[in-house]
T-cell receptor, first 113, second 115 residues
Framework: SAVISQKPSRDICQRGTSLTIQCQVDSQVTMMFWYRQQPGQSLTLIATANQGSEATYESGFVIDKFPISRPNLTFSTLTVSNMSPEDSSIYLC??????????FGPGTRLLVL | ELKVEQNPLFLSMQEGKNYTIYCNYSTTSDRLYWYRQDPGKSLESLFVLLSNGAVKQEGRLMASLDTKARLSTLHITAAVHDLSATYFCAVGIGFYGGSQGNLIFGKGTKLSVKP
């Protein structure tokens, strides 16, 4: 398995501001993923973060809005920029173990006022 | 565009009853995942199904995969209240460089088990 922590666990932010979410894994992983779960909805992949290269964004998500860093094999950050109420969601990072599964962090619950 | 459809989306069961949740997907994949999410919590991995005909069981839950039909099922046997949660299936795509790739999630099935 994988032990994943995220900071902050929750936050309330004002529109127009930015929030950086941290994801820490207990061991080295190649791929890290960032998902968004809007209230009462399923999960949608935002981007894939591979250490040493630019993140790959899914359709509908852009780097200017969701910049991602992946400085090493155990850590990644996701920034939600210029926030609006529509950004209120749970943001989850996940990591994969080849031949196992993808494990999810506890999530960051974001409310934008 | 890959679509992952679960049904039912809501399921109210009585304790002791059996039921099946279905997960259909629209493109080829040999990796199917089931997760459980309790309210306010993250996702807990239940099963990973990696080949056609795969069947896995854990307690009162059993998952199967038919890649030819692009169908996975999650069968609940003799439901108990503790199984109340939202269950998601997810399909793995974009396998590259040894990575499992991205997951595309279904909308989830909200299960409520009543005494």
């Amino acid at each position: 398995s994988a032990v994943i922590s995220q900071k902050p666990s929750r936050d309330i932010c004002q529109r127009g501001t930015s929030l950086t979410i941290q994801c820490q894994v207990d061991s080295q992983v190649t791929m890290m993923f960032w998902y968004r779960q809007q209230p009462g909805q399923s999960l949608t992949l935002i981007a894939t973060a591979n250490q040493g290269s630019e993140a790959t964004y899914e359709s509908g998500f852009v780097i200017d809005k969701f910049p991602i860093s992946r400085p090493n094999l155990t850590f990644s950050t996701l920034t939600v920029s210029n926030m609006s109420p529509e950004d209120s969601s749970i943001y989850l990072c996940s990591v994969e173990r080849v031949a196992e599964t993808q494990y999810f962090g506890p999530g960051t619950r974001l409310l934008v006022l | 565009e890959l679509k992952v459809e679960q049904n039912p989306l809501f399921l109210s069961m009585q304790e002791g009853k059996n039921y099946t949740i279905y997960c259909n997907y629209s493109t080829t994949s040999d990796r199917l995942y089931w997760y459980r999410q309790d309210p306010g919590k993250s996702l807990e991995s239940l099963f990973v199904l990696l080949s056609n005909g795969a069947v896995k069981q854990e307690g009162r839950l059993m998952a199967s995969l038919d890649t030819k039909a692009r169908l996975s099922t999650l069968h609940i046997t003799a439901a108990v209240h503790d199984l109340s949660a939202t269950y998601f299936c997810a399909v793995g795509i974009g396998f590259y460089g040894g990575s499992q790739g991205n997951l595309i999630f279904g909308k989830g099935t909200k299960l409520s088990v009543k005494p």
